[in-house]
């Protein structure tokens, strides 16, 4: 069928809480604001069903796509007559195996989401070169084989920030279709947010999925996408337009759109302007949250032609603004996944710890992202400190 492309319509419903009947109702909600589930998907089609696993964590850590929230789209689309394909790749800091997706699944609550809907997981850790000569940083990516031979792709993803996009939602999440280790390469290229977003904007443009659901009932604040905290929003979102259901989450959780480096490269290309994105269902303003906890990197806030001096200096000597990782030496394990992940090789792990050398360091915080154990803080030097005093 013709994908539902460009447009600019996001739905907004209130869900309180990961109940079945009530999860279920404001997806079902949602999807029928925006035209109901057959504008997406037709009868028989192998969808992929992408949520943000991550590594796999515990629903209650808000790190993940809640189960809730994939077993109700799950339902629609079963009901809808189609074949459903659970299917992500974990973080980068993670080997692309059966085993670490069985473990994973099993932990998201994505293996009980299977044996309740009649959808299957994906054990399938192939991946195909998938060529895009459109693109404008990329013309061709690595993608994992269950989405490269799905009809359609439906993707479910979990609102969080960021500490290094900003905000993960809707776009960023398709960076799950890239197999784990292959990731690295991808923030040694692009070492900009910016220029990453439009690699992010190149890759939903090549794979250009349906349908976009976002869990943004418990969502993740502070220092995301896996060590911040649970905070609620209680919402669903729905849509067919990566950037226009980004704008809505980010003005949720008091962002502006055009400092998420997706939404401002998708409208840098003119495929979006933030100020025509419409809602339906119920009224953002009534449920957005604007003392959401930015992270500890955010750069966003106090405007003014003094701030902007500020920003320029930051830009010119990223690396004493940002903040810089340290290993906290008694929580480290020594497990090897920030060596793993690191685009750099910043890191290395020697007698059972991990060190960073932060002469090498992109301040990408791939390291601080995967690490399960928190053994890796952020800290700012003196100048650094000063300037984020400035900035406000």
């Known amino acids: 069928m013709q994908p539902v492309w460009r447009d600019a319509t996001v739905a907004v419903v209130r869900c309180g809480g990961y109940g079945r009947d009530e999860v279920d109702a ?35 850590r808000c790190v993940t796509t809640h189960p809730a929230v994939v077993a109700a789209v799950a339902r629609l689309l079963v009901g809808h007559g189609c074949q459903v394909v659970i299917g992500d790749s974990p973080g980068a800091g993670i080997v692309y195996n059966e085993a670490n997706l069985r ?36 013309k061709q990516f690595s993608i994992i084989t269950p989405a490269v031979a799905a009809d359609a792709i439906v ?12 905000m993960t939602g809707a776009a960023k999440n398709l960076f799950g279709l890239i197999p784990g280790l292959e990731k690295p390469v991808f923030h040694f290229r692009f070492q900009d947010e ?32 896996q060590a911040g905290s649970p905070r609620k929003v209680g919402v669903i979102l729905a849509g067919s337009d990566p950037a226009a259901v980004d704008t809505v989450l980010a003005r949720l959780i008091g962002m502006d759109p055009l400092e998420i480096g997706t939404i401002r490269s998708a409208a840098a290309r003119g495929l979006i302007d ?30 003014g032609p003094w701030r902007r001096v500020v920003l320029a200096v930051t830009q010119r000597f990223g690396k004493t603004y940002a903040p810089r990782p340290g290993v906290v030496g ?30 090498r360091c992109i301040r990408c915080y791939c390291c601080h992202e995967i690490c399960t154990e928190h053994a890796i803080a952020l800290s700012r030097s003196l100048a650094g400190r000063l300037l984020a005093y400035l900035l406000g």
């Open 274 to 303: 933030p100020a025509t994105v419409r809602t339906v269902g119920d009224d953002p303003a009534d449920l957005a949250v604007p003392d959401f906890k930015k992270p500890s990197t955010y750069t966003g806030g106090r405007a």
């Open 330 to 359: 008694e929580a480290c394990i020594g497990c090897g996944k920030c060596e793993r992940i690191c685009p750099v090789h910043a890191v290395t792990v020697t007698e059972g710890r991990a060190t960073i050398d932060l002469s």
């Open 26 to 60: 404001a997806v079902s909600r949602a999807i029928d604001l925006i035209g109901g589930m057959g504008r997406f998907v037709a009868p028989k089609e192998l969808v992929l069903l992408k949520p943000n696993l991550l590594q796999g964590q515990e629903p209650e």
């Open 103 to 138: 473990r994973a699944y099993t932990r998201a609550g994505y293996a009980m989401v299977a044996e309740e809907t009649g959808a299957v997981l994906n054990y399938d850790t192939g991946y195909q070169t998938v060529s895009y000569p459109e693109g404008a940083v990329m």
């Open 194 to 225: 910016y220029a990453f977003g439009r690699m992010l904007v190149d890759l939903n443009e090549c794979m250009r999925p349906r349908l976009q659901v976002v869990d943004a009932v418990m969502a993740m604040e502070g220092d995301g996408p």
């Open 155 to 166: 993707v479910v993803s979990k609102a969080k920030t960021h500490m290094w996009t900003r």
